[in-house]
């Protein structure tokens, strides 16, 4: 994996025996004692996770707002300074080239955070809209770690962290997909109140210098390391949807039922003609979740029948950890609703699944 890219924790991650595995051109750690372990220890106490393979994006200028809702499909009108939303990048087709958060740190100072993959293709996207406008889009991905910290002990665990590095911010005190400035280690950290585990916890955006320092504060306030086979599990526990997998340009959001982050009575944005166009067609196929009834799980790929019909595949897949069954999110035809039970070909053995709309855990990511 020599010509993949380190994250500025790469070192202790090897220290500390993790098993690495390769994401998006980077070197990610997979696991350290274990993919169940770590997600029980989200799941009921603390966990943080490396994931500065995401993007640091900003966008800066007096027309920083008009760059961002030209840019993605949700209108960022209504932020306030400190607040942030979720958001797709679609093309011209509607398709999805990334889901993403936007954080608006003041009227003129905007923060995206791309998936690793998209980052370049988000960067060209907020460029595009940015020539000829008084804002400016610089790429900081290098310069910065992002920890997140999940779980119902995470911002306990993190005032402790922030405190021994010489802050004084109560996590507590920012509200749900908020973000604040905060101290740390002589640096400054933004603590972004989000997630992907469905678990209460932040997303800390950390200058590289002192990533070390926060990591290793974090550890000593309990926080159990977690690797990106934790992280799967658990979103997909959550039913959130993964790009690459669930979400791709060959999807478009009324089918992966993200309609909800797309604002069609708002000005032009890229791919809002082909959007609108698809919401009065209505979506042929939609994402649902397949709960099994064993630990057999679907894994991605795998045709979804009804009867001897093809009606679909699975998009994602695991075994349930909470749950205790095979869990997966799978791409159906319209036809299909909730409750019906279908067939998933495992090695030529079809293995019922009930159709169910997630999560398949009772969380919540507000506290």
Not at 268 to 284: E, I, M
């Amino acid at each position: 994996m020599t010509d993949l890219r380190p994250t500025p924790l790469t070192d202790r991650h090897r220290a500390a025996g993790a098993t690495f595995a390769a994401f998006a051109g980077w070197e990610m750690p997979l696991r350290y004692a274990g993919t169940v372990a770590e997600h029980e220890a989200v799941r009921e106490d603390v966990g943080v996770f490396d994931v500065s393979h995401l993007g640091t994006v900003w966008v800066e200028g007096a027309d920083a707002r008009a760059v961002v809702a030209a840019s993605f499909t949700n209108d960022p009108t209504p932020l306030a300074d400190g607040a942030s939303q979720y958001t797709l990048c679609c093309d011209q087709r509607g398709g999805i080239v990334d889901d993403l958060i936007v954080y608006r740190l003041r009227e003129h100072l905007w923060l995206t955070v791309p998936n690793a993959s998209n980052t370049a293709a988000v960067v060209d996207r907020l460029r595009e809209q940015a020539d000829g406008r008084a804002a400016r889009v610089t790429d900081v991905t290098a310069d910065h770690a992002i920890l997140a910290v999940q779980g119902p002990r995470s911002l306990a665990a993190l005032q402790a962290a922030l405190a021994a590095l010489g802050g004084d911010l109560d996590p507590t005190d920012v509200p749900y997909l908020g973000i604040v400035e905060a101290a740390a280690a002589g640096g400054r950290v933004l603590v972004c109140r989000t997630g992907y585990t469905g678990e209460v916890g932040a997303e800390l955006v950390v200058p590289a210098g002192v990533a070390g320092a926060v990591w290793d504060a974090l550890l000593a306030a309990g926080a159990t390391p977690c690797g990106l086979g934790a992280r799967d599990t658990l979103r997909l526990e959550m039913g959130y949807p993964l790009h690459g997998n669930d979400l791709s340009t060959d999807v478009l959001p009324g089918e992966a039922r993200l309609g909800w982050a797309v604002k069609l009575d708002r000005d032009d944005f890229v791919g809002r003609d082909a959007l609108v166009a698809a919401k009065q067609a209505g979506a042929a196929r939609r994402l649902w979740g397949l709960r099994g009834s064993g630990r057999r799980p679907p894994r991605a790929g795998m045709r979804v029948l009804d009867g001897d019909r093809e009606v679909g595949h699975v998009t994602s897949g695991s075994f349930s950890p909470t749950a205790g069954i095979g869990i997966g999110l799978a791409l159906l035809d319209a036809a299909i609703k909730s409750g019906t039970t279908v067939g998933v070909d495992v090695r030529g053995t079809a293995v019922d699944f009930e159709v169910v709309r997630p999560p398949f855990v009772d969380r919540d990511p507000r506290g």
